[in-house]
């Protein structure tokens, strides 16, 4: 049997993660590794919003027909109404936008898509849990060494950071690999900086769960959530929430901002019970009280983002998804950024002009191409949240009531038209121009 032309480790079982495996396992001489440092893959998590770009990423590989079993959304290439925006944060609410994209918002149960993606992935994939890197190894010559927290080792010829916003490789990449390898003017040439290994607090704090969608019908049958996603606007929060599951149920995700402050800056996810989660969005309209009192219980999460990076890779070692970019999830795009990033990344390697003495020119054409993109889309996401919250740097609206004023209606249309044109990207842009794109950065001749 002959060798493999390349052995990639991919560390972290994450959405990003999985889709690279998946696609780089279509490539018969790329052996896959991937390491999971939880001790399984739990079906775990809430909604999440797949858009054109990503969900043709996606059904190039194979996976679109399974996937739509999981949802009563119908793909459609034709223009129409997607999210519908509506000023909430007052008694009697106010519609005032709805947003028109070519191509359907696919929305669906986290669990759902990591089911699938695992499904999905080929015999020859290998696949370890309870595995934590702790750091890595790169020599000039010779496979990068990795050395895991339980003790043992393992190598490979491309390590992938897929492992989250608190990345273990970031950190290596950025902090103990380059001191090694790079002198002091080659480290400022390529922009690394190690004030970005840690995540920052963005200031707003997340309300995620799952709402029985049976519950709250009987509440309120003719709830507008049961027609189409929708965003609720208020000075200093908002909600968003969409059908998953076949509409067995419904997505809830609130968010509040407070002025960023390291005392309030928490990573875990504790559970908050329906009476304290309604008492962040108290005197709201009653279609905000409907989906509060369907609510159980909620886990709390501060939403962290990074600092922009001026590279994604390292040598032969690269960054992938949030490690990459964690970018605020106002425009639903991680994941979305992840599977692109995942599907760009596999063109490339599994590219027959790649190889191992030319894996790093292969990460510099992923870099150059999917970084860029990151960074429009960070910086659309974070413009978006201060949109959605109906931030004074960005709207001025009479918090009491939007209705007094045709200023403020005026207002609010003119932000929802703002909101659209920031997000286009997600439905108009197509990821094969960008593997295109990266692809044609390699040198010697023509790809296979």
Not at 93 to 111: K, N, Q, S
Not at 143 to 148: A, G, R, V
Not at 317 to 326: E, K, M, N, R, S
Not at 400 to 424: F, M, P, T
Request: proline letters at 4%; glycine letters at 10%; one cysteine or more.
């Amino acid at each position: 049997m002959p060798k493999d032309k390349l052995s990639v480790a991919i560390c972290g079982g994450g959405i990003g993660g999985l889709v690279a495996a998946i696609a780089l396992s279509k490539y018969p001489d790329i052996s896959v590794h991937v390491y999971e440092a939880k001790r399984s893959f739990e079906e775990v998590g809430a909604g999440i919003g797949i858009w054109p770009r990503a969900w043709k990423v996606l059904a190039t590989l194979g996976l679109a027909q399974e996937l739509l079993l999981c949802t009563n959304i119908e793909i459609s290439e034709l223009l129409g109404p997607s999210f519908r925006f509506r000023k909430g944060d007052e008694r009697e609410g106010l519609d005032f936008y709805t947003m028109m994209t070519h191509g359907r918002l696919i929305t669906l149960h986290r669990a759902d898509l990591q089911r699938v993606l695992l499904s999905h992935l080929a015999d020859k994939c290998q696949i370890t849990c309870s595995k934590q890197l702790s750091s890595y190894e790169e020599q000039e010559f010779g496979p990068i060494e990795l050395s895991f927290a339980d003790g043992t080792s393992s190598t490979c010829d491309v390590l992938i950071g897929a492992d989250g916003i608190r990345s273990g490789i970031r950190s290596c990449m950025l902090a103990v690999q380059p001191v090694q390898n790079f002198t002091d003017q080659q480290l400022a040439e390529i922009g690394l900086r190690p004030s970005a290994i840690h995540p920052i607090w963005t200031g707003y704090t997340a309300y995620r769960t799952l709402i029985s969608a049976d519950r709250l019908k009987q509440l309120q049958p003719d709830h507008r959530v049961f027609s189409g996603p929708t965003q609720y606007f208020g000075h200093g929060g908002c909600i968003t929430a969409y059908e998953v599951s076949q509409g067995s149920l419904v997505n809830f995700a609130g968010f509040r901002f407070r002025p960023p402050n390291e005392e309030h800056s928490f990573s875990g996810s504790p559970m908050i019970n329906q009476h304290e989660l309604a008492g962040y969005f108290q005197g709201w309209d009653s279609e905000v009280q409907a989906l509060l009192e369907a609510v159980e219980s909620a886990t709390s999460w501060a939403i962290h983002t990074v600092e922009p990076l001026q590279t994604l890779a390292v040598g032969r070692v690269v960054l992938l998804g949030d490690a990459a970019h964690g970018v605020m999830p106002f425009q639903g795009a991680g994941a979305g950024l992840a599977i692109e990033g995942a599907y760009t990344l596999a063109c490339l390697l599994g590219d027959s002009r790649t190889t191992v003495e030319t894996i790093p020119e292969a990460l510099k054409a992923y870099d150059q191409t999917i970084r860029p993109l990151a960074r429009q889309a960070a910086e659309a996401s974070a413009l978006n949240g201060k949109y959605f919250t109906l931030q004074e740097s960005v709207v001025k609206v009479n918090q009491d009531s939007a209705r007094s004023s045709d200023k403020d209606r005026e207002r609010l249309s003119e932000v929802g038209r703002l909101v659209e044109v920031n997000w286009q990207w997600a439905w108009v842009g197509n990821a094969e121009d960008s593997v295109q794109q990266a692809l044609s950065m390699l040198s010697g001749g023509s790809s296979s």
